[in-house]
């Protein structure tokens, strides 16, 4: 069934009533589901496992191979094998996803971007476990923002001129942060740019579906994602591969996965539903 997505994007949300990002990111905080992914402003106190973004990606930095070599224990823990691929799927996916996370909850909820350099955002890995990102933090308090936000001319912030332009802005925020990431874990596995890149539009296009779900207005999520990804524009690998199939009569959002996450080596064998390995590109 095919749906006119453009078609979506006058159903924007509510402008934030409120002039500072800590209070956007506390009301947003409060749509994740309990022991998922957490939002902070500033830095955490009294809690182990934060990282400062630019401290794992910078030249030289052991953090991001140490959390390789905890993820391929705690694989091995979890099902006796621990193959490369997945760890290092898994380990792109999460770091990844809370990054675009984040920074989609924002925008579709705030209409609001904040400042996604590395060293302006912590990324928590949860210290017992499983090894995935529990937690995000933005140290930064400028951001990016429409005409009437309550927040417009001050010291700040940056207005820009429309949605189009947000989006375009929180594209390019994000595109710089992964590609700080590729550059530095890229070596230390065996996927290609291609591959890696494939796992950021993934991440992008996933995180402002699920920001619409989050919110209870999943259409409005395919829409930010229509509008954020709305062609391959490089360095992503694919526009928004958001679609909407009819399940038993009733409409249903599904996507097709840029990236595969090697899940399927530890699973028996099992692709997930999406994989790019068993759903053909359309």
């Not at 956007?24 to 990282?51: C, M, Q, T």
């Not at 579709?108 to 995935?132: A, F, K, M, N, T």
């Not at 395919?222 to 992503?236: G, I, R």
Request: hydrophobic share 40%.
């Amino acid at each position: 069934m095919a749906v006119d997505r453009v078609a979506l994007h006058t159903s924007l949300p509510l402008a934030p009533d409120s002039l500072g990002l800590a209070d956007s990111i506390s009301k947003i905080n409060d749509l994740f589901p309990v022991g998922w992914l957490r939002l902070e402003y500033g830095v955490p106190a009294g809690e182990p496992g934060w990282h400062r973004c630019d401290d794992l990606l910078s030249p030289g930095s052991t953090g991001l191979a140490a959390w390789h070599d905890r993820l391929l224990e705690w694989l091995h823990a979890e099902y006796g094998h621990a193959p490369e691929r997945t760890a290092a799927g898994f380990l792109r996916w999460w770091y990844l996803c809370a990054i675009a996370t984040s920074a989609a909850m924002l925008f579709h909820h705030q209409r609001r971007v904040p400042s996604l350099r590395p060293s302006d955002l912590l990324v928590r890995i949860s210290p017992e476990g499983r090894p995935d990102v529990s937690g995000v933090a933005v140290l930064s308090d400028e951001f990016a923002c429409l005409p009437g936000d309550p927040a417009e001319g001050t010291s700040n912030t940056t207005t820009v001129a429309s949605p189009h332009a947000l989006a375009a802005l929180l594209r390019a925020r994000f595109a710089g942060h992964a590609a700080r990431f590729i550059a530095s874990y890229r070596p230390k596995v065996r996927f290609g740019r291609h591959a890696l890149w494939a796992t950021a539009t993934d991440a992008l296009d996933t995180g402002l579906w699920m920001a619409g779900q989050l919110g209870g207005d999943e259409g409005a999520g395919v829409a930010d994602a229509a509008l954020v990804l709305p062609e391959a524009t490089k360095p992503f690998t694919s526009a928004s591969t958001l679609r909407c199939h009819s399940v038993d009569g009733s409409p249903c959002w599904s996507r097709r996965r840029e990236s595969c996450c090697f899940s399927y080596l530890v699973n028996d064998g099992e692709a997930c539903a999406d994989c790019p390995r068993t759903v053909p590109k359309r």
